[in-house]
């Protein structure tokens, strides 16, 4: 793809969720040490929630683009059409 077309295959829109995840995957590693003698639902819980919030803080430090935008602004628009 690089010689043919002169593009990139990879860029950094494709490595920011990537970079995200990883750091939500080693927040929850630690995470893990210090609810791990809790009951299976709770930990299951707990380290979904903070791995979505995590996860979203970082893409958020990241930032967003301009296709996330208008993601983010058709689903705002669909939850407030539900809502009303």
């Known amino acids: 793809v690089a010689t043919l077309y002169r593009m990139t295959p990879i860029s950094w829109k494709y490595l920011q969720p990537l970079a995200s995840g990883v750091v939500a995957f080693a927040v929850c590693v630690v ?31 990241i930032g967003y683009d301009d296709d996330d935008r208008q993601v983010l602004e058709a689903l705002k628009r669909k939850v407030m059409r539900g809502i009303s």
Not at 36 to 56: M, Q, R
Request: overall charge positive; glycine content about 10%; charged content about 5%.
């Open 31 to 61: 995470l893990n040490r210090f609810i791990y003698n809790f009951h299976t639902v709770i930990v299951l819980v707990l380290g979904g929630i903070s791995f979505v919030a995590v996860y979203l803080g970082a893409y958020m430090l």
